[in-house]
């Protein structure tokens, strides 16, 4: 394995050369370069960049800028173990949580793939003895319903996650295990609400911190076991509904008060938990453990494929070098994620929380500042809705926004209709193929109220169908190209240092010491 | 009424001025300030934007734009039925569904206050019939049940609205009337998972489309009762479940497939319809009569304060205005809504669909191009979830976004409990007193990685409780908000003729016509 040197992307020759050449005249995108701009992330899902307006010539040359950042020689040195997050001085395992990608990491992190796969084997024992009726509610009842307490990474990845497979479970032969609920927020009307919709004696409660002191969490399982507690259900005990999933050292793993825990450690980051015992527990329970299988297995195949030193057949650093291109040579300041499935309506909530907290930075890895743009805005809905919405400013609006669509062949719960000639999934199809090339090619009209400049640039994520497998390699995909960035930033994607100032404050405040601006805020919201 | 003149902001002679002023150095807002930078909209709401560091100087300069730019005079215009909306010639009556604002209306649209009003009882009378049980399912049971099919405005502020208000309605003595579910994609999995979770016995269908011939809508029609006929329940008439909400000359007005109909008019832009039988004939059925009318009371009440002639005391006008300095001037691309309040969970969605459909454009009002910029990015997600995830890049990311955050002294449900010597919800508004602080104060750390350079502007439209009052007014104070910007950038935030253009291309491929590039990606999405 190559040995790294971290560089700015501002020091960067390649980068200065990428300068240099023309831009592209963001020429409407070409019937033959639909079916050669494309590259496979699986064997099922395809990421193609053909509308990008990304010339051969760029191309090269973002190829060089890979090439001079050692992205693939840092990955590798990620998998096998380095010190990647600089701050924290940790290594970086997330990937090791559905696969081994580097014999070496044996050596230098020797157990820890091990571990991860025994928390695995350990939740589906689990989930097993609970879909089994082996362990019950305090009451006797069976449990038929679970419910994640958890905020930030330990909620927004697990959530999209669950309602993207929702119904893939719902169709399956096995059918949906359990249903899931989710608590996050600390406005006590997330937990009040959730609590209403509930019965506490088939509930199962997963509380899921790392660090074992989360605020909100640790109040919304107080909330929870008091909302029990009003209930007054005949021997109904509370922390018998309870699962932990927190670090070995963390206070909640020594805790008598939990049915049983199970454990993820600093190696990996909440954002990119989903794929730890962080997303496994609540999936492996309400999904079952044949779909989480698949799921992790996908995600390990879109790791392999982010190894490829060819960027022409690595999808996630060919995402990840146009997304340089945009934000740091034509200036754009956001990128918006448009799913043509109802089934990610919380995915974009997830890439949004993945990609701003790991790139939004402003200093180096070495904590030096740099002079050049991070992380962009990243926002988005499922299509069509967003066509009704917000696609307004995307065609028309006086900033261009770069935007990844996402789409598949055949639905999810494979119930359709043929109305006016065309099933829904037909014409959700159709309306997603029409604003791709509504967007780079434009349109003239007299009216300059109903032209259209065109030039917009898109790529687009495609599969057969949104299976747990496709899921994962989509997840891993973005993953590993906000890594890329970050690599490619010379930045540390996998600290968080910019949360510490607020919950500081907001700590001062709730102990009684506020003064200043700080008081008066306080003091009109009656904290 | 005065007579206005349209001019671009950039022949504004106030605007020039305003250019040369030395920016504000983005002080930590000081104590002092928080007491007096603020606006009351109604007796419960107030904006205050003491962190926005906008000094007494710029205050007055931009009061001098909204001079010039006569935003007061065509409000005025607007309420008094001039044809405002100069794209499609129409006049721009959202305003009044809610309340009369301008006697001389009555001569100009004569009739029209009546209209709106009468669809309001109209639907009062049938909501109640339908919850005394008069109006019953088709097999003879009490509807529980109601779900709008409509897309885009006719989806996102009636869900958002319902969403914000369940929890309120549930708290009340009355009680919530009615379960309401959306569909709105055209993505089959949408239909059939709602549908999924229904009786079709006890659940009324609204067809919402004002021109009776969206897409996804009629399709959505289509499946719900197809998926009515495939339960195969005896006596089950499906159109026996159905009312629309529609323009009197649209087809579904005259069709006798519904149970009754209810009407809007040309002069109610979709994303504006929340207030009028688009949003009423959901929310009244599932709310109940008067908490309606309180909305639409409070809605009101944030109309009358937006016609304030002084600045100072008109907080939409305000907001505006230190929206258009931060684009214009200072440069910044996008705007993040942060409500602390679960109950405002889709809330963001629909003012990204209000200000981004509004004012996403690159022509004035008479459809020459302009040469600034118009609508920002609009996103946001609630407190605190988001501080787990997007913050991190609003604290320190290499580009400013400026916040909106929005607080309610209570918590709606007024369920809680008490954990460390603190309620649920004063760790909420501690979180949300602490971000304020945090993104002006900064904070400076010998560890650049620590360090928060602060400067990062933020306002605070808050109340003592998200009450049906409150919410009315803070849909309107942003939909004036916008209405204002409009004005000051000269352009027509009433059309959307963005969204055209993708329509056409998907009617093309769907009737067979595809060629070149469009067909390649229909290809390849199995069009």
């Given amino acids: ?64 800028v890979a090439e001079e950042q050692q992205c693939i020689d840092k990955f590798e040195a990620l998998a096998a173990g380095e010190v990647i997050n600089s701050g924290e001085q940790r290594m970086v395992l997330h990937h090791l949580t559905r696969g081994q990608l580097m014999q070496s990491l044996l050596e230098s992190a020797d157990g820890l793939a091990q571990f991860y796969d025994q928390q695995h084997r350990r939740v589906a024992d689990f989930a097993s003895a609970v879909h089994q009726g082996r362990i019950k509610g305090s009451t006797g009842k069976p449990f038929d319903t679970v419910v994640q307490i958890g905020i930030g990474g330990s909620d927004l990845g697990p959530r999209a996650i669950y309602l993207a497979l929702k119904n893939y479970a719902l169709a399956s032969a096995e059918g949906l295990k359990m249903r899931a609920h989710f608590i996050s927020n600390v406005d006590p009307d997330d937990a009040a609400e959730v609590m209403s919709q509930l019965d506490p004696q088939t509930t199962l409660f ?109 999808a996630a650093l060919m995402d990840a070098l146009i997304g340089i291109y945009e934000r740091n040579i034509l200036g754009y300041p956001a990128t918006a994620v448009l799913p043509y499935s109802q089934a990610l309506s919380r995915f974009p909530a997830h890439l949004q929380q993945l990609d701003m907290e790991s790139n939004g930075k402003s200093v180096n890895r070495y904590g030096k500042a740099i002079d050049y743009s991070t992380g962009p805005i990243i926002f988005g809905e499922p299509g069509t809705n967003g066509q009704h919405s917000f696609y307004q400013l995307l065609h028309q609006g006086t900033n261009i926004v770069p935007l990844q669509f996402i789409g598949f062949q055949s639905s999810q719960l494979q119930t359709d209709i043929t109305v006016d ?75 968080q240092e910019g949360v510490q100032l607020g919950k500081l404050l907001a700590k001062q405040l709730l102990s009684g010491h506020a003064d200043g601006a700080l008081g008066a805020y306080a003091s009109m919201l009656q904290v």
């Fill in 206 to 314: 997963i509380l899921v911190s790392k660090s074992g002191t989360t605020q909100e969490t640790l109040t919304n399982e107080a909330f929870v076991v008091e909302l029990m507690q009003r209930a007054k259900i005949a021997g109904l005990q509370p922390h018998k509904h309870m699962i932990a999933v927190t670090s070995q050292t963390s206070p909640l793993a020594s805790s008598d008060s939990y049915l049983d825990a199970f454990f993820i450690d600093d190696y990996i980051g909440g954002r990119y938990s989903s794929t730890s015992a962080v997303g496994s527990t609540i999936l492996t329970l309400a999904l079952g453990e044949r779909i989480v299988a698949e799921f992790l297995r996908g995600a390990h195949d879109a790791d392999r494929s982010a190894l490829n030193r060819n960027v022409r057949s690595n």
């Fill in 1 to 64: 394995m190559k040995s790294v040197t971290w560089n700015n992307l501002s020091n960067s020759r390649s980068f200065a050369r990428l300068r240099t050449l023309p831009r592209p005249q963001q020429k409407p995108v070409e019937s033959a370069a639909v079916g050669e701009q494309e590259i496979p992330i699986t064997d099922a899902l395809r990421y193609n960049y053909a509308a990008k307006g990304v010339t051969t010539e760029i191309e090269h040359a973002l190829a060089a």
């Fill in 421 to 495: 000639g065309s099933t829904s999934q037909s014409k959700l199809n159709a309306n997603l193929a029409a604003q791709i090339v509504a967007f780079s090619h434009g349109k003239s009209d007299a009216d300059p109220n109903k032209s259209f400049s065109g030039g917009r640039p898109s790529s687009l994520l495609y599969a057969e169908r949104l299976t747990p497998h496709t899921l994962g390699a989509l997840l891993a995909h973005y993953e590993n190209k906000v890594m890329f960035q970050g690599f490619l930033w010379n930045i540390n994607s996998f600290d």
